[in-house]
């Protein structure tokens, strides 16, 4: 017996269908910008240059730089890439009581270039700098929070705490981040909606260690979880994980991957901030190691590597790790092989005195100073092997620093002129960013430079950052203007 839906069903259907073309069709035409933005009289640094393009103009067009040019006209017809489309009505063949599908509208897209008459919002930048936001390749999260918030403030308090800071980091010039450890799925969602404001977000999930490493926050007498013991508070709300065994590594990576990390992160060795590992040990077996990289290249990403010591640099390099994060004492023969298999070295210039040291205990504090001694010969073997160089800045546990989230920049002067050192934290960092490959969550346009197609993040800036570049820190006072994705989100002109 051939069944058949009843009639009223089947026009309710179609009356949806063809609803949905329409709706398809206003949505298209919604594609068109009623207005751009058009940067005038603008000193441009570009990224990648080491010189200013002079007088220039730049037309954002959504979220996307649209043109680079001199003299761009304040009004008129620009070509705007959309896609349109046009009704196209569809014969469906006779199906038993199916006769009333005949000749259902349907939408039929066609991708073209259109020319529309808009709007231009025009800003007048009178002779400033216009340079591509800020990047900060190793930004952690929790840096608004103190080590006793982390393990008995109330979750919406950090929360708060944390959404607070996005914001600030954000308005201090920095239009994305990587974030190597930490629980920033849902940050970065309310971000990329709208709900909250801050930078763009490249996520690795919880950073993966080992018990008694850099990660582990339990108390001395409480057994690691294979001996029966319980998780400790940031590792039970997702802002660790602590693991022991190569199968137990292979689970973290893929649950971190399986919310959306752009890319992983393992502790290797001994860090400032932890509790019970001192900075010349190892940490992560070799199969451990390799269980994330192969989950990491699954998925077409890579891992990155909290490490200090040259042992650790190489054992994390030969295991399939690509991105080293701190490397304060590295080695020749390290340099080398980092140079061999195209690396990265994200390092931090500590100094002595610096805000994050101050709020050490005595013994934490030595090793703040032992990095700080390694910090000049690492950075003499990153110039002599011409390694790829990220900057981060790794704020921890510690406020105070966050408002000299750029102001540490200016120490590479040492090794790097201004031009490149303005290229690390745009360009630079922004190459970094591409080896999460397809994994990258911000596809549709370039970051760190400004040209056509890229995204339109962009700083207005008070002064020429080629001649200084102490101006882009002080907490962002010297950007009278700052714009992510094409949306104004400080405007002092």
Request: glycine letters at 8%; proline letters at 5%; hydrophobic letters at 40%.
């Amino acid at each position: 017996m051939k069944r058949t839906l009843p009639l009223h069903i089947i026009r309710t259907l179609l009356s949806g269908i063809a609803l949905m073309a329409l709706l398809s069709v206003s949505a298209v035409a919604a594609d068109i910008p009623a207005e751009v933005t058009l940067f005038k009289n603008v000193n441009v640094f570009d990224g990648k240059s080491d010189k200013l393009l002079m007088g220039y103009d730049v037309l954002v067009v959504r979220n996307l730089i649209k043109k680079v040019a001199k003299d761009i006209p304040t009004s008129g017809t620009y070509e705007l890439d959309v896609t349109t489309g046009g009704l196209k009505r569809l014969d469906m063949p006779q199906m038993h009581d199916w006769h009333a599908a005949r000749n259902v509208v349907t939408i039929y897209e066609d991708q073209k270039t259109i020319k529309k008459e808009v709007t231009v919002k025009v800003i007048d930048g009178g002779g400033r700098t216009l340079m591509p936001g800020l990047i900060d390749a190793h930004w952690h999260m929790f840096n608004p929070l103190t080590m006793p918030d982390v393990m008995t403030a109330h979750l919406d308090y950090i929360h708060a705490k944390i959404a607070v800071e996005a914001e600030k980091t954000l308005l201090r010039g920095f239009t994305t981040i990587r974030e190597p450890g930490g629980n920033s799925f849902g940050l970065k969602r309310a971000i990329d909606e709208g709900i909250l404001v801050g930078p763009r977000i490249l996520p690795s999930g919880p950073p993966i260690a080992q018990t008694s490493g850099h990660f582990d926050f339990t108390q001395p007498w409480e057994p690691p979880k294979r001996l029966g013991g319980q998780p400790s508070r940031p590792e039970a709300y997702g802002m660790l994980r602590v693991i022991d065994g190569a199968d137990d590594a292979l689970a973290a990576a893929r649950f971190n991957l399986k919310q959306g990390a752009s890319q992983l992160k393992i502790a290797g060795g001994g860090g400032i901030a932890s509790n019970y590992d001192p900075l010349d040990v190892s940490e992560l077996t070799v199969e451990e190691t390799k269980a994330v990289v192969a989950a990491a290249e699954n998925w077409n990403t890579y891992v990155a590597v909290h490490i200090y010591t040259a042992r650790g640099i190489k054992r994390a390099l030969q295991a399939g790790v690509i991105s080293i994060e701190h490397g304060h004492f590295l080695d020749e023969e390290g340099a080398k092989l980092m140079k061999e298999k195209d690396a990265w070295l994200c390092i931090q210039p500590f100094q002595e005195g610096d805000p994050s040291q101050l709020t050490l205990s005595p013994e934490k504090s030595a090793k703040w100073s032992e990095t700080v001694k390694g910090f000049e010969h690492a950075m003499d073997l990153a110039v002599k092997y011409d390694l790829n160089l990220a900057y981060g800045t790794d704020f921890l546990f510690d406020p105070a620093s966050n408002g000299i989230q750029a102001s540490q920049l200016a120490r590479f002067d040492k090794w790097l002129n201004n031009a490149e050192m303005l290229q690390l934290i745009t360009s630079e960092n922004a190459r970094l960013l591409e080896l999460s490959g397809p994994r990258h969550p911000y596809r549709e346009g370039k970051l760190g430079v400004i040209a056509e197609g890229a995204y339109a993040d962009l700083l207005l800036v008070d002064g020429n950052p080629l001649d200084d570049v102490s101006i882009l820190g002080d907490g962002g006072k010297n950007f009278p203007l700052i714009m992510k994705d094409g949306k104004i989100y400080k405007n002092l002109l």
